[in-house]
């Protein structure tokens, strides 16, 4: 299973990777033996994450990236020349009632998951059809693309584009040897939302998921390497679902 998943000889680019899934992600790849770029705004925080990865053996690098900033993403070009996986995490959310989200949430939020998603995406292609020796893109949505949930209009509008963008590219760049595939992980128990998962609200919205529990950083592991390995060499505009059957739920 390890040579299935064997990433040596890869470098792959993930951005987001300062905390959370995105790091986990770099430190899976990582692992893989794939050389990883850590890209996000945080610089601090993201030389603790590749510190911890040299640490355990793996090769490592920071840069600084705001996917939000069409400047900021130009500024990647060289590194991209080199890049055969990018997996595209950056995201953020507001959380409000439908009538109360703003114009300015709306940018933020569509700005950073969708936007400066399609963007990289297209950036990478086109560094990747240079090269002429294809690659694997990997786009992370959400099971709120697919189905709704209160007060995250702006967050699920973004993440429905990214399953829809990683479509049309999939279809657009298959003859060049590049593939286009997402994840859309269901409720990931993470640092950032741990405390909320503890409430009552949180431990009720856990008993809807059929498996009655939440999703750990380790149960998007083998969906990321499959989508970044050759395993899956025959995918691309595929939409995996993780979520521990949330979306099968009975209404």
Known sequence: MA?????????ALVTGASAGLGAHFAETLARAGAAVILAARRAEALAEVA?????????????????SSPTSIAGLEARLAEVDILVN????????PFLEQSGEDWDRVVDTNAKGMFLLTQ????AMQARGQGGSIINIASILGLRQGAHVSTYAASKAAVIQITKVAALELARSGIRVN??????????????????????AMIRRIPQR??????DLDGPL?????????????????????????TL
């Open 3 to 11: 040579e299935l998943f064997n990433l040596a000889g890869k470098t």
């Open 51 to 67: 510190g911890r990865i040299r640490a355990a053996g793996g090769r490592a690098e920071e840069v600084s990236l705001d996917v």
């Open 89 to 96: 995490n950056a995201g953020v959310v507001v959380e409000k």
């Open 123 to 126: 950036a990478a292609a086109r």
């Open 182 to 203: 997402c994840i859309c992980p269901g409720y990931i128990s993470t640092d950032l939302n741990r405390d909320f998962w503890e409430t009552e609200p949180g431990k």
């Open 213 to 218: 529990r939440l999703g750990q950083p380790s």
């Open 225 to 249: 390497l499959l989508l970044a390995s050759d395993a899956s060499a025959y995918m691309t505009g595929s939409v995996i679902v993780a979520d521990g059957g949330h979306l099968t739920s």
